[in-house]
Each structure stands twice: as C-alpha cells, then as structure tokens.
C-alpha cells in the first residue's frame, strides 16, 4: 500500500504510542486528584506543555489543550467573538479556509456577527490590499490560515499579523497543516492565538492545542471543571497529551530531514507527471507551499473515479479535502482560486509523509497515465476534442 494522504492524517509513530501506552494502564490517574500517582499524571501533562510550547517558541501557561484542530479554531474564534462583543462584531477570514473556519463563522453571522471573506490570487495567496481595507472600529478578529490543507499555498502570516497590530484587532492562525511540517515561531509571526492538531504530524487524533497569547481574554467553550486554567473543562486526555508531547520532540529532530526528502518526492512526481500527461495543472504556489503537497487538476477526468481506480492499484490518495472527499461538491478553495466547477471535479491531492519512498513515486508514475488515458476514453469532453 502507499499512502499519500498524510494531510488527512498521519500514522502514529511506534515511538508516540510507547509513551502512551503506560498512561492507559499502570499511570491511568486524573491529574486533577492529590495523591502522589495522580501528581505524577499531572507532571507528564505539563512536561507535554513544555514540548508544545518549545516547538511553537512560546511560554507553556499560553498552551490549553483541546480535542483536536476543529476544537481549538472553534474556541479561538467563537472565545474571541464573545469575549470582546461589546468591541465589535466584525471578523475577517479567507474564502479558502478550512471548514472548522468557515462553518464556525457562518453560526457567528446567525447570531449577529459580520464575517468578511477576503479573496486569494491564482495560487491561493490571500489578497492583502482588500484584508486591509476590510478592517473597520468593528473589526475584532482575523482569522487567516497558516497554510492551505488541499494546495498547500503558505500565508503571508507576519504581514497578516502586522496589518492586524496596526489597528488593534486580534489575529488567529490555523496551523494544523504547519505544526510538524515547518519551524514556527509565534513570536516571529505575531500571532495571538493559533490551533495545531496532533494528527497531523505523527501524534494521535483527539487531540489539539490552541495557543493563547499571555494577556489575551476569551471565553472557554466548554464549562464544567477548573481544567486548563478554567478555560476548557474535562478531564485531560493524559494519553493524547503524552503523545502529543511526544510527536513534538521528533518533529523538532526530522522536520528538516523530512522537509528535504519529502520536497525531493513532490518535484519528482509533478516533474514525471506533467512529462507524460497532456493537460494537468500543478495547483497552489510554486515556491511558497508545504514541501509535502501537490494537487493536480487532470483535466476531463473525474477525480472520484482516479481516486477508485489509485485505490484499487493500492495507492491511498484524495480529492479536495478529507472532509469534502465523497461530496458532489466542488471544492471552495478550487474555485476560490479561479478553476472552474468542471476542472475542480478532475483534481486530486497526494501528500507525501515520512515513510514515502522513491519506489513509491515510480509506482504512482507508472500506473497513473495509463488511468488518466482509461477515464479520458469514457469522457465525451475529451472524445470531442
Ligand atoms: N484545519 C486544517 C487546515 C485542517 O487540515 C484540518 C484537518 O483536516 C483541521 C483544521 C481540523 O483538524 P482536526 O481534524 O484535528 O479537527
């Protein structure tokens, strides 16, 4: 099997469930309790808090755990909207951003909230001119991904945050797809508050941080229990947050061997790729995108089909995102980008992980122009052509 869907998530690694494992059985305690086993609990919960914080460079007291990415873009953005309502009522996104963004700023607008959707170029990059005049006395949040889940374009996160300074207004980051991938440095971006998911990056599911900026003010979502300084209630998932801690540690020590060797994959599969078809296009920005990624838009193909007939070759790919994937639906970052509904329906995403090999790019390139050329038969588009 080869599995090139590691922006929808990646396997756990052996190193992350061993260090897990023990907080199930014999450490299963609640860290909230006070006698010495339940301490120690809570003493591997921080000690995670302090692997976040060194890989995002922050101080441990601004990491809260949550539930995963959805969680934590929800705590941010709704935290935020009601704890400076009397401020404002205006937040500014992208159109291209995940839909734990998108969904949560539509219930916002239901219950009185202005939500902007600002436009992205041809490569998905936001457009930084209409961000800006977008800001009014109203506006209390940007929320702008670091970068895209389907065509990995990176955001001009800093100038974001910078514009955001400028005019008081607080400024969020959806980070899940960087956390693991690239260094990143809340201090260098500016960020204020910013989400990561486990998942992602070697660690389990179930599991998130949301970063929050010392000083900064937000309602919790969840109440209940003094957990996670009063800001998310529930028992710690010590398991998850172990692990996470865990998958920390090694990114810090592979990111850069990982980058490097997945980088090399990618070019290697679109190089090959636009060699042998007629009519793909490589989506997202040429240099400014995650070194894993590559979405391909094959033109009078149906993605559905190339993604069944991948499968049955043994090659686990996607079209569009995860969460869209199996919806008629085309996707909102395609159009948002300028591809029309019909092309957008022909696109797939292949995303490289740790383990993916040489072999497994020779095996995709092998059997893929000859799928590509089998779905073109039964297209009319492409008969009439
Ligand atoms: N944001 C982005 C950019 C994502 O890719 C994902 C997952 O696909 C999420 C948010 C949601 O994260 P989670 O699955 O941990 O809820």
């Known amino acids: ?6 922006n929808a998530t990646t396997y756990c690694e052996p190193e992350v469930v061993k260090e897990m494992l023990p907080y199930f059985t014999d450490r299963f305690y609640n860290p909230s309790s006070v006698y ?24 441990p007291s601004e990491i809260i755990f949550t539930s995963g990415g959805s969680e934590s873009i929800n705590m941010a953005i709704i935290g935020i909207a009601h704890a400076l309502k009397e401020k404002g009522n205006h937040i500014i996104t992208s159109k291209i951003e995940h839909h734990a963004v998108l969904h ?14 600002i436009n992205v170029d041809k490569y998905g990059v936001i457009d930084m001119e209409q961000l800006k005049k977008a800001i009014t006395s109203k506006t209390i949040l940007i929320s702008v ?89 529930g028992t ?3 398991p998850a947050i172990v692990g996470l801690g865990k998958a920390c540690e090694i990114a810090e020590k592979s990111m850069e061997r990982d980058s490097i060797m997945e980088k090399e994959l990618r070019d290697m599969l679109e190089k090959k790729l636009l060699e042998k078809i007629p009519e793909i296009i490589i989506n997202g920005h ?12 094959i033109k009078y193909v149906e993605g ?5 007939n991948l499968d049955f070759e043994g090659i686990c790919a996607s079209s569009g995102s995860a969460c869209t994937s199996g919806s008629l639906e085309p996707s909102h970052v395609l159009l948002a980008i300028g591809i029309s509904a019909i092309d957008s329906h022909g696109s797939l995403r292949l995303s490289f992980g740790r383990k993916n090999t040489k072999e ?17 038969q039964m297209s009319p588009f492409w008969n009439k052509k």
């Open 145 to 233: 991904m670091y970068a895209n889940n389907e065509i990995g374009t990176i955001q001009p996160v800093e100038d974001i945050a910078k514009t955001a300074k400028e005019h008081g207004v607080l400024f969020h980051t959806d980070a899940v797809q960087v956390v693991g991938k690239i260094p990143v440095s809340v201090k260098k971006i500016g960020a204020d508050l910013l989400s990561l998911s486990g998942h992602k990056f070697y660690g389990p599911k179930g599991i998130g941080v949301l970063y929050i900026k010392k000083g900064i003010k937000i309602k919790p979502l969840i109440y209940g229990g003094g957990q996670e300084k009063n800001l998310r209630a």
């Open 104 to 117: 949560t700023c539509r219930a916002l607008e239901k219950s009185g909230f202005e939500v902007s959707y």
């Open 1 to 6: 099997m080869i599995y090139l869907d590691h």
């Open 36 to 59: 010495t086993p339940s301490q120690e609990a809570k003493e591997s919960v921080e000690s995670a808090r302090e692997k976040v914080a060194k890989i995002l460079d922050c101080l």
């Open 286 to 297: 040429p240099e400014k995108r995650l070194y894993n990624t590559s979405n391909i838009c």
């Open 360 to 376: 497994d790019v020779e095996k995709v390139v092998e059997v893929f122009p000859g799928i590509v050329d089998k779905l073109r």
């Open 236 to 238: 710690e998932n010590v």
């Open 304 to 308: 559905e089909g190339m993604l069944l």
